[in-house]
């Protein structure tokens, strides 16, 4: 499936205005994190009721739920636009090499478009997620969702549960446990976490040719931002992934790169 002009124009012009250099995973600003990390939610306002932000992140590798795609560095522009809890998320993975589609081009583009409950004090979001892979000759796929978080001074918990109707007919579910430090006066923000997803029997099947219901991978990541302006965080971050069980393991040594991997990113966020 070929990328519409619109959409890539569009990710370019994310990726040239967040002026990123080249740098864990689970959720949607998702992704802008390493796999597991928190999701950003940083936006202000730009009209009445509208919310927006753009980010790039550079990576040594793309690894999301387990699952090694590319071992090389890759670029990951994204835009996000909220109003009255609605949101609309466009993400891409710009290979800088020509590992994965044998050139340097998008691998993977995730539209997202959800809505996030104006509780007090828990975050919670549904939404839905269509999978492109615009230069692979992997099939188009689409997700259902639901996030909850509950932030709080002590251990914020993340639990994230996502259902592929289209491919794998099945269900991941995301778990995660982490703190936020707030440092020179919350103008820095030190994150430190582990998390661990969980495969359905179909979902694992699909995605790791093992047909059981099983833990598929660990995480152990931090990630540092820092405020440059009132509109631009820049930020670091590092994780290490493994995986459980060995048939997931199996399965991933030959579908994938690797069945374990270290990520470093680094980050540009800009709020409009």
Known sequence: MKLPRVFGAMLAAVFVSA???????????KSADIPGAATADKYIEIQRGLEAAVAACLFNAYVSRGQVNNDQPIVEPQVEITKYGVYFNACGFLDLTDRV?????????????????????????????????????????REVFGVFEYPNFIL????????DFVRARGMY????LEHEFNLLNDKMRFTPGVSSGWGSSTYNDYFFNAGKG???DGNVYTQLEYDLTETLTFGVSASYMWLYDADIREGAHDKYFDTKHWIFGVKLEYDM
């Open 173 to 176: 579910v995301f778990a995660a």
């Open 19 to 29: 002026a990123a250099c080249s740098v864990y995973a689970e959720g949607e600003i």
């Open 156 to 163: 914020t918990p993340r639990i994230e549960c996502y259902y």
């Open 214 to 216: 099983a833990l598929n």
């Open 101 to 141: 589609t044998g050139h340097r081009d998008f691998e993977e583009v995730d539209l997202t478009a959800g809505y996030k409950f104006p509780l007090k004090d828990i975050k919670a979001r549904l939404g839905i997620i269509d999978y492109l892979y615009p230069n692979q000759s992997s099939p188009e796929t």
